[in-house]
């Protein structure tokens, strides 16, 4: 229910795994172009407009329209829910679907558009081990899946939900700079989306050996540590730490 962003990334990578076949899938979405973009790309897969019996279904709606999308789902049989919405705690969807229907919250990110992603999952009450299973079969076409306590999605959103922004932010600075200094708009992007791919990479290879990865580019005196000082003197990292605050302060504001 919802194929915008991340619910077409799911359908994307669900269908691409066969897991269930796309005749097995129905898809409830009020936008015409959406729908008119799902219908030509997956020809297989059933546009719908109310509710149906299922095995699983997956609530990648606005946190706004997710109360009144279970209130819709309450006429339907459903043997898993899983929702997307960030900030919906499992106690409000289980007070609307009630305790004995299973739910497992789930945050993705958006490079699970491309199959780079990492998605969070968390159970509700009657989410056993085979709930919990279906729904890291289903999100693991996304990418990489943990399985934590709902206390801590949170700070997931904060970290790996809203994470992409923070680098593409980072990016739109190095570009900005490159441009500046005589490159141009292309070459600086071409430069920067390069240097922060590899980067990552390395760093997943090094095992996240942050520290030690920036001071093999630091030589004493030279020109990486005249950048990492001034971001210093400035509280770069200060301010990082804030927003990615000021992001979990904002989930935690969506589930009260």
């Given at each position: ?30 936008n015409a172009s959406l729908r008119a973009s799902i219908a030509t790309s997956h020809p297989a897969v059933k546009l ?160 996240a050996d942050t520290r030690t990865l920036r001071l093999e580019v630091s030589s004493p005196g030279g020109t990486t ?32």
């Amino acid at each position: 229910m919802g194929c915008g962003k991340m619910g077409r990334a799911l359908l994307e990578g669900i269908t691409g795994k066969g897991i269930p076949p796309s005749e097995e899938i129905a898809v409830i979405e009020p936008n015409a172009s959406l729908r008119a973009s799902i219908a030509t790309s997956h020809p297989a897969v059933k546009l719908v407009e109310e509710p149906l019996s299922a095995k699983v279904c997956i609530v990648a709606t606005k946190p706004s329209e997710v109360a009144s999308v279970l209130t819709s789902l309450r006429q339907v049989e459903l043997d898993l829910l899983i929702s997307i919405a960030a900030g919906v705690t499992l106690a409000s969807m289980e007070a609307i679907l009630g305790r004995d229907t299973p739910i497992v919250r789930a945050m993705p990110n958006t490079p699970g558009q491309i199959g780079m992603g990492i998605s969070a999952i968390a159970a509700g009450s009657a989410a056993g081990p085979a709930e919990m299973d279906r729904a890291e079969e289903l999100l693991a076409t996304l990418g990489e899946v943990v399985r934590i306590s709902e206390s801590q999605l949170d700070a997931v959103t904060a970290i790996s939900g809203s994470g992409p922004a923070y680098v593409y932010y980072f990016a739109e600075a190095m570009i900005d700079a490159g441009v500046e200094f005589g490159l141009s708009a292309e070459m600086a992007a071409k430069l920067a989306v390069a240097t922060i791919a590899g980067s990552a990479e390395l760093l997943r290879r090094r095992s996240a050996d942050t520290r030690t990865l920036r001071l093999e580019v630091s030589s004493p005196g030279g020109t990486t540590i005249a950048a990492t000082n001034k971001f210093q003197e400035l509280g770069v990292s200060g301010g990082i730490i804030a927003g990615i605050r000021a992001c979990y302060e904002k989930s935690r504001a969506l589930g009260s």
